[in-house]
C-alpha cells in the first residue's frame, strides 16, 4: 500500500555555528523581554540553531514559554492565551452564518420559485452567485489580509455578513426578488473575507500542537451553517402554497432572525477579534514581522507562490477533490456535511499530533476515491441505507480534506501568507466547482448519472497523482522545532528569490527536515 511506502523523515541539521540571535525581541539572561514582542526583520536576520542533532528530538515541556537557545540563554518568548478559543468561537459563528445564508434558498427552492414568481434558474443563481464573486475577489481580499491585517478583514467579513442579513428583510414581497439578489451578493462578497481566515487565526492566534486542530475547527462552523441550513428553512417556511401572506410571514421570521444573530456576532468581532496576541503563539510567528515591511510586495508574494512547485500541485488537487459538492441534495447532502465536520476535526486532532502532512493529505484522497467509487456504484442500487453509508464516508473524507489543504499549503508556503494561500485554495476549488458541475451535469443529461460521476472518479485519480509528487518540506514545523538552520533575512521586493515573502527569506537546506518520501 502506498501509506506503507511513506516514511516520515526527521533529518537533523549538523554543524549548526554557534550564533546568537539579532533583533529588537531578545529575552536576556534575567529574563526581561527586550524591544517589542514580534520580532522586527526589516534590518535584521535571524538564526535558529540547534547546539545538538539531539535537543531536536527533546520534546518542550507544554508549561515552557521561551524557546531555548544554544548556551542556556531564552529568546523568542512565547505564550498561549485563552482569548485564543474566543476569537476562533466568534469567527466560526459568523462564518457559520454566512455558510446559512449561502443555502438557505436552494434548500426550499420550490418555496421562493411560487413566493417571487420566478423560475428555478433565478433561484439557484442566489447559490452560484457565491462562487462566481469569489473568484475575482480572491486577490484584493487576500491583498487587504496582507496589509491591513484580520481584525479590518474579519470586520468586513461579518459586517457586510450583517448588511446582508438586514437587506434580505426588505425583500419579503413576492415583487422584490432583485432585492433578495442584491442581499445574496453582498453575502457573497462577505464570504471571501470569510473563507481564507482559518489558517491565518490557527497560525496567529494558537501553538504549534494544536494549530491544525484550530483550522479544522474554523472550517467546521461553515460546514455546520450548510448543516443548519438543510434542517432549519424547511421547519420555519412550511409549503403553504394556499396563502401566501403566510408564506411571507415565515420567511420574514427566517431572515429577521438570521439578521439578529448577524448583528449579536458583528459586535462580537468588534470586541474580541484582534490583528494578533501580545506575545506569538509558537517560534514561527515569532520570527515573522509584525506587520508587512516598507518593502513588502503582494504582488511579489503571489509570484513566489505560483513558482512554488509543490504549491501548484496542491492547488491542482485541491480543486479535484473539493470539487462534487454538488452531490448536496436533500439528505443525502445532509449527512456528507455532517460526515465531513467529523472528518474535518478528526484530521486536524491527527496532524497536530503525526504532522504527517502529506501522508494523511494522499490517504485521505486515495479514500475519498475509494468512497467515491463505492457511492457512485450503489446509488442505483435502491438500498438506501447503503447509500447513507457510503455518502456518509465519502463525505467523512471529501470534506475532512478541506483543513488538510489550508494547512499543507501553510507549512509549504511559508514564511508566505497563510491568508493568501488559502485563499488561492479555495479559488481553485471554486473553479474547478463550476468546471466540474457543468460538465458533470452535461454527462448527465445527456448520458446517465453514472457517466457524470464515473467522470468524478476519473479526475480525483489524477487528483491523487498530484498530490503523490508534492515534494513536502515542513518550512513552519522546522522553525517551531529548531531544524532550520539557515537564516531568516529581511529582503526588499527588488529580490526575484521564490522563497521570499512577508519582508522575510526563508533559505531552505537538504540537510533539513522533510516530511514523507516516496
Known amino acids: 500500500m502506498v501509506a506503507g511506502e511513506l516514511v516520515q523523515e526527521h533529518l537533523r541539521c549538523s554543524d549548526s555555528p554557534d550564533e546568537n540571535v539579532r533583533g529588537p525581541e531578545i529575552v536576556d539572561k534575567n529574563g526581561a523581554l527586550n524591544g517589542s514582542q514580534y520580532l522586527d526583520l526589516t534590518n535584521t536576520a535571524v ?73 428555478n434558474d433565478k433561484i439557484d443563481w442566489l447559490s452560484v452567485v457565491y462562487m462566481v464573486a469569489y473568484v475575482p475577489l480572491i486577490f484584493p481580499a487576500t491583498w487587504l489580509l496582507d496589509k491591513k491585517g484580520l481584525k479590518i478583514t474579519a470586520l468586513l467579513g461579518a459586517g457586510l455578513n450583517c448588511i446582508g442579513a438586514w437587506v434580505k428583510c426588505a425583500s419579503v414581497r413576492p415583487d422584490l426578488f432583485g432585492v433578495t439578489m442584491t442581499a445574496q451578493i453582498i453575502c457573497s462578497i462577505a464570504q471571501v473575507f470569510i473563507l481564507g481566515l482559518p489558517s491565518r487565526i490557527a497560525s496567529v492566534w494558537f501553538g504549534p500542537k494544536e494549530v491544525s486542530t484550530a483550522c479544522a475547527t474554523a472550517v467546521l462552523g461553515n460546514q455546520l451553517g450548510t448543516a443548519i441550513g438543510f434542517l432549519l428553512p424547511p421547519v420555519l417556511v412550511p409549503n403553504t402554497v394556499d396563502d401566501k401572506d403566510l408564506m411571507g410571514k415565515n420567511i420574514s421570521i427566517m431572515f429577521y432572525g438570521t439578521a439578529a444573530i448577524s448583528t449579536l456576532l458583528f459586535i462580537l468581532t468588534v470586541l474580541v477579534i484582534k490583528d494578533r496576541p501580545p506575545l506569538p503563539p509558537s517560534q514561527a510567528q515569532a520570527v515573522l514581522p509584525d506587520g508587512p515591511s516598507e518593502d513588502y510586495s503582494y504582488k511579489q508574494s503571489i509570484i513566489s507562490l505560483f513558482r512554488n512547485k509543490p504549491f501548484i500541485l496542491l492547488l491542482l488537487s485541491y480543486g479535484h477533490s473539493t470539487q462534487g459538492e454538488e452531490l448536496n441534495a436533500g439528505r443525502i ?131 491523487i497523482i498530484l498530490t503523490a509528487l508534492i515534494k513536502s518540506e515542513l518550512k513552519r514545523h522546522n522553525i517551531n522545532m529548531g531544524l532550520e538552520s539557515k537564516p531568516l533575512q529581511a529582503v526588499t521586493a527588488e529580490h526575484s528569490s521564490e522563497k521570499q515573502s512577508n519582508g522575510v527569506m526563508l533559505d531552505s537546506s537538504p540537510d533539513c527536515s522533510h516530511e514523507t518520501s516516496l
Open 47 to 119: 538564526n535558529v540553531v540547534v547546539l545538538d542533532s539531539r535537543a531536536s528530538e527533546q520534546e518542550i515541556p507544554p508549561d515552557e514559554k521561551q524557546a531555548m537557545l544554544p548556551g542556556g540563554q531564552k529568546a523568542f518568548q512565547t505564550h498561549l492565551y485563552y482569548k485564543r478559543f474566543a476569537v476562533l468561537a466568534v469567527f466560526s459563528l459568523y462564518s457559520l452564518v454566512n455558510a446559512f445564508q449561502w443555502i438557505q434558498y436552494s434548500i426550499i427552492a420550490n418555496i421562493f420559485t411560487f413566493y417571487y414568481g420566478v423560475s
Open 333 to 463: 447532502g445532509l449527512t456528507l456535511v455532517v460526515a465531513g465536520m467529523v472528518g474535518s476535526i478528526i484530521c486536524g486532532l491527527w496532524l497536530d499530533y503525526t504532522k504527517t502532512y502529506k501522508m494523511t493529505t494522499l490517504i485521505v484522497y486515495i479514500l475519498s476515491f475509494i468512497g467515491m467509487v463505492v457511492f457512485t456504484f450503489t446509488l442505483d442500487l435502491g438500498h438506501l441505507i447503503l447509500v447513507f453509508f457510503t455518502a456518509g464516508v465519502l463525505g467523512f473524507f471529501m470534506t475532512g480534506y478541506l483543513p488538510l489543504g489550508f494547512e499543507f499549503g501553510v507549512e509549504i508556503t511559508y514564511p508566505e501568507s497563510e491568508g493568501t494561500s488559502s485563499g488561492l485554495l479555495n479559488a481553485f476549488a471554486q473553479i474547478f466547482g463550476i468546471i466540474f458541475t457543468l460538465i458533470q451535469g452535461k454527462l448527465t443529461t445527456d448520458y446517465t448519472p453514472l457517466v457524470g460521476n464515473l467522470f468524478l472518479c476519473a479526475w480525483i485519480f489524477v487528483g
